[in-house]
C-alpha cells in the first residue's frame, strides 16, 4: 500500500516541486529556521501537556521555564530559533488550560487505510469526552498566518486525524470538533461536524489526493508554486523560481541604480496594498498560493467562568480591559478570587479559582 501523510499532502497541495524534491528524488531538506522553531514548539508543548496529565493538573506555568530550556537544549537549532521558540511556549503556556481527564493523544501516530493508501501521520494533541462522545482534534501551528473557520472545517490533516483516532482507539464519537490553534496569536479556529460527516470526508479526501498524486508521477509534471509554503520548503536552492536572473551588483553606480528600483517598487507596493486593503474591506480577503490578503484578525475572548465579567461589571470595566492586563497575576483579581492565566492582548481561556 502506497503511504500518505499529511506532511505528504501539504507539500503536494503547496508545491509539487518540494514533494517531487522529498518524496520522489527523496532528497535530504536544507536546514529552515521556520520549520525548526515548529518542531521545537510542538516538542515543548507535547512535554507540557504530558507533565499536566500525568500530574493530573490543568496548568502548571511555573514548571514552564524549566521543561522547555531542557528540551530545547537538546536540540541542535540555532540562538535566534531558541529565543523565539522559548517565548512562544511560556506565551503558549499563559493562556491555556489542560482538562487532564480527557487527553487522550499528544504526539500519538494513528494510520488507517484507504483503498490501495495506507494514510499515517501523528495528532498533536486529542480529547476525549465521554459523556458527550465527543473527539476533540487540536493541530498546533506557529505560522504567521490564521485560517478561517471554513478551512478548518475542511482541513485534511485534522480530518485524517480525527478518523485514525477513532479507527485506532476504538472510540465511540458521535460528534468531531476540529481545532487549529495559532500558538503565535493565541487564538483558536475550531469547526464541528459529526464523526460519520468526518470519517467520509476523510475517505473521500484521501483517495482523491492520492489519485492526483500518482497523476502527477505518471506525467512526471512538478510545477513549483511559490507561495507562503516557501519560508517551510527546505529546498529553495533547488526551486526553478530561483534568483538566478538577477545580476549581481559590482559597481557603485549599479548599486545606486538598484537602490533606485527598490525605492520606486516599495512605493507602488504601498500604493498597491492600500488599494488591495480597500478592495478587501469590501468584497472580503483573497487567498493566492496559500497566502491570505486583506485579513485581519479579530481579538476573540473565551471566558470558562461568569465570575470574571461579574467583576469587571463592579468595577465598572469591560470585561477585554480587564484581561488586557500585561501582569501574569493581579492581585485586584486575587481577591475576588479569580487567577488570570495569560500575559497577551488575544487570550484562548481565563481560569477562575474555586
Avoid at 530550556?69 to 541542535?76: P, Q
Avoid at 493523544?105 to 501523528?122: C, S
Amino acid at each position: 500500500m502506497r503511504e500518505l501523510s499529511k506532511t505528504r499532502f501539504e507539500r503536494f497541495y503547496a508545491c509539487p516541486f518540494t514533494f517531487f524534491c522529498a518524496y520522489i528524488l527523496k532528497l535530504p531538506a536544507e536546514r529552515n529556521d521556520a520549520l525548526e522553531r515548529g518542531n521545537a514548539v510542538h516538542d515543548c508543548i507535547a512535554e507540557y501537556a504530558l507533565h499536566c496529565k500525568e500530574k493530573n493538573l490543568e496548568t502548571d506555568f511555573n514548571y514552564v521555564g524549566q521543561l522547555v530550556s531542557d528540551v530545547l537544549c537538546k536540540l541542535r537549532i540555532s540562538s535566534d530559533v531558541f529565543e523565539e521558540a522559548y517565548e512562544l511556549v511560556n506565551e503558549f503556556a499563559s493562556s491555556h488550560i489542560f482538562i487532564p481527564g480527557r487527553i487522550i493523544a499528544v504526539e500519538k501516530w494513528i494510520e488507517f487505510p484507504v483503498g490501495q493508501y495506507l494514510y499515517r501521520g501523528k495528532v498533536d494533541f486529542g480529547e476525549y469526552e465521554k459523556e458527550t462522545k465527543t473527539l476533540i482534534v487540536t493541530d498546533y501551528k506557529t505560522s504567521h498566518v490564521i485560517d478561517s473557520k471554513e478551512a478548518v472545517a475542511k482541513d485534511l490533516s485534522l480530518l485524517g486525524y480525527a478518523t485514525g483516532l477513532i479507527d485506532n482507539l476504538k472510540l465511540d464519537v458521535e460528534n468531531v470538533v476540529k481545532r487549529l490553534d495559532f500558538v503565535r496569536f493565541s487564538h483558536v479556529v475550531e469547526a464541528e461536524s459529526s464523526a460519520k460527516e468526518c470519517i467520509k470526508e476523510a475517505f473521500k479526501r484521501i483517495q482523491i489526493g492520492g489519485d492526483l498524486i500518482a497523476e502527477y508521477e505518471r506525467k512526471n509534471e512538478w510545477k513549483a508554486t511559490p507561495g507562503n509554503f516557501c519560508d517551510w520548503c527546505g529546498y529553495s536552492l533547488k526551486c526553478p523560481h530561483d534568483d538566478t536572473d538577477i545580476p549581481k551588483i559590482r559597481t557603485l553606480k549599479e548599486a545606486k541604480l538598484i537602490a533606485g528600483e527598490i525605492l520606486a517598487m516599495e512605493r507602488r507596493t504601498t500604493v498597491k496594498n492600500s488599494n488591495l486593503k480597500n478592495f478587501c474591506a469590501v468584497a472580503g480577503p483573497v487567498e493566492v498560493n496559500g497566502v491570505k490578503f486583506g485579513f485581519e484578525e479579530k481579538e476573540s475572548f473565551n471566558f470558562v467562568d461568569d465570575k470574571l465579567i461579574e467583576f469587571a461589571e463592579k468595577i465598572g470595566k469591560s470585561v477585554p480591559e480587564v484581561v488586557k492586563s500585561k501582569e501574569y497575576y493581579r492581585k485586584d483579581l486575587e481577591l475576588e478570587g479569580a487567577l488570570v492565566v495569560g500575559k497577551k492582548t488575544q487570550w484562548s481561556h481565563i481560569k477562575i479559582k474555586d
